[in-house]
């Protein structure tokens, strides 16, 4: 789909190039993720690609047809651009931004409406609450949603995303993250994602490209980058804990078990009592009669409580993830809400089953002896 | 909106009221012949006439040349030109305003033209100072990113950088109106006529009401239009 | 070449009149800090007081210098005086507008920190606020100086003296050298001002950073 061949970028006056004969290719529906420290050509790769720069040499295919020979304004509009820094446009009411790519393309009226309503809520915004509003009236978390929504406005088969998750808190990240995750498996884009932190190339790629002033030094599936390594650059990259980046590769329904310790609104005190015994984290979760979670209950709650039937006896759920969010997710709710497990729910919100610590470690381990 | 409106309208409305009623008073109880003689509501009236000719035709070629000139040097290619150029109107500005009409007077001689050709130049310079400035201060990632999603040079022009700079150019409008204003009531020393020449000829005949007459319609005008072009200013900047 | 030959000719002339604008300039100006700032300082500490005092600056501002001199005259008579009165009145709005906002907007922070380590208003005024403001005062010094050069031009014409003079003069005798003698003389005392001010005010900046 994206095929770059010797791409060499000099900037006028300076002597190194930002980026040196760098040879690339993505297949369609792929995440290509560039990682690598600050200045090493990421950015500087992204827009060659758009033609935002030209290349110093070297060549850029895309969908086999030599970039160079394209109308520039043609490429830009099927390649959906997020930039570093958001880059919204300040006059431009949120609908107004998103829209702006359909419109260049003089879709009607009605279905640009449509097509942005639905991207706000596709980012989690309310189209009616923030689509009126100006840029300026919303947090940067917000924004950067927003930026996502616009490059995908006019759903083009490729997006650029220039390290989109930057201007945000480390739980909205990994939220972004996931959603990003779980968005890109229904649209199956052929995206390049820049970042430098390896933690969210492990996580988001599919195949990582790691750069050191603007050469390619490894490109691999993140379990080979953190398997073999290749040098000590990628090595120090990725770090000395290995097997616990190695979280960030597994989502928490490969590993979910049968045995989930959920027990219907009306189960009798002693029955709980027993079933409280059984389990591993001495805890059970109460499930209602359509599937989704209600409550927990502990030795503690069953002790001090009055009550015969589990929906009297149950205590509010402190915090879940959702089936698609990696071990690391899981394991940093855990340390969050202090607990030895962590409830797992689906995208509709259905109880899915229950995370342990045990099973995380055990997930280490055994990449360990793996080894 | 009919009250938005009024409320816009009621400071036009009063000072164009106070400025018929400084005619009407001064025409109808004049302190002398000689007051008598002078402010009647033909010469009144033309001085006018003249003052606002003055404004308008410099200020509608200032506006045509500066907006788009400024526009020219902001492009990638002339950042250079644009910078140097951006200098030399900083110290054209600085000059006074009579100083400029004197110099052109010595150039040009007396008369309307002259005056229209001196007011026209220096108002260019607000004008085309701030249009620069504004595209200048548009965030480059926002052009970036403009450019980035597929819009033409002149879209990203028209749809991107006009709009974010709109405040700043009609701020720069704004300053060159009431520097033109001003000016255009020093233009009867080159013999330019408006309403400079009853404040001027009031004191050199030493009849204070002529000169009262001349002050207080020049005033009221240049506040007038600092008000209407101040009120544009705000109502376009809903974003920020 | 003309303009020159008159400069040698009328030499002492001219520097007289070149010095007789300087005094106009530096007392108006100087007045117009004593009491600016003062008054800039005072709206601070009231929001109704200042919307009203800025108001009718911006709108005395917008009225043309030679209707404010003619406006003066009735009350003050022809000569330095009203001269004085006009050139002082101008320059008192960008400085007074100046002081209010560099004043105003200092983070809140920094006076909260101030109040904080047990300062007093007075202390807090003068070592605080008024320091940080400088560079903002200054800029309005710089506005106000540049424009009194040529308001006082202007009131030359009602026996000011000064430059102004010279154009005025020229024209009325049609003496082209003297009109471009006073011209030039006039814009190079602006310029100058605005550089040499523009200059200490960048320093300011500078200094206010580390
Ligand atoms: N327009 C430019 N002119 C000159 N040099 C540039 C330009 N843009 C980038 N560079 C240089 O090229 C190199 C690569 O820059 P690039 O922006 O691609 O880095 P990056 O990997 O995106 O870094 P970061 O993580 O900080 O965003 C840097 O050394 C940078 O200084
Ligand atoms: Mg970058």
Redesign the pocket.
Known sequence: MIRLENLTKQ?P??D?L?VNKLNLEVGKGEVCVLV?P????????MKMINRLCEPTDGKIYVDGQDTSKMNPIKLRLDIGYVI?QIGLFPHMTINDNVATVPKEKKWPKEKIKKRTAELLELVGLDPREHGGRYPSGLSGGQQQRVGIARALAADPPIMLMD?PFAAVDRITRSRLQNEFLRLQRELNKTIIF?T?DIDEAIKMGDRIAVLREGKLIQYDEPGKILSEPAGDFVANLVGRNRSIKRLHLIRAHEILEEEHWGVPLDTPREEIKERIEESVISTVMVIDEKGYLKGIIGRRAIEEKEGEKAEDLMEEVPDNVTDDATLNDALSVMLEIGEGYVPVVDADGLFRGTLTLNTLLDQVRSDKSAK | MLNRILKFLIVPILLVGMGIGVVIYVVENPTDSMVARMLTYDFIISSMEKHLLMVFVSMLGAIAVGVPVGIMLSRPSFYYVGKVIENVVNVGQTVPSLAILALFFTFLGLGFNTAVFALWLYSILPILRNTFAGIMSVQPEVVESAKGMGMSPWRVLSKIELPIAYPIIIAGIRTAIVINVGTATLATFIGAGGLGDMIVTGISVRREMVTFTGAALSALLAILLDYIIGRIEKNLVRWS | MEVIDYFIRRQSMVMELFWEHMYLIVVAVGIAVAVGVILGIIITYNRTLAQGVLIVCQVLMTIPSIAMLGLLLPFFGIGFTTGMLALVLYSLLPIVRNTHSGIIEIDKAIIEAATGMGMNEWRKLTRIKLPLALPVIMAGIRTATVMVVGIGAIASYIGAGGLGQLIFNGISRTNPPMIITGAIFISIIAVGFDLILGWSERRLHVAGRD
């Open positions: 900037f006056g300076m190194r930002a690598g600050s200045g090493c050509g990421k950015t500087t790769t570093q390290e820049v430098h």
